[in-house]
């Protein structure tokens, strides 16, 4: 599962993937400049949205 954040004109800025096998996610940006808001926007999003909240996927 991912979650990925677009600028307005539809590029991919960053992407988080969370992985079902180790149960970690990794941040990727694809612009060089990223601010620190918009990154921790995303973390929080991220753990918000991403992991399965069904206790017998887990």
Known sequence: ??????????HI????????????????LFES???VEVVEWMIATA????PPTNPTLG
């Open 1 to 10: 599962m991912y979650l990925e954040l677009a600028d307005q004109h539809g």
């Open 47 to 50: 753990k918000i949205r991403l």
């Open 33 to 35: 400049e990223v601010s």
């Open 13 to 28: 800025v960053g992407q988080i993937v969370f992985s079902d096998f180790d149960r970690k996610m990794t941040v990727t």
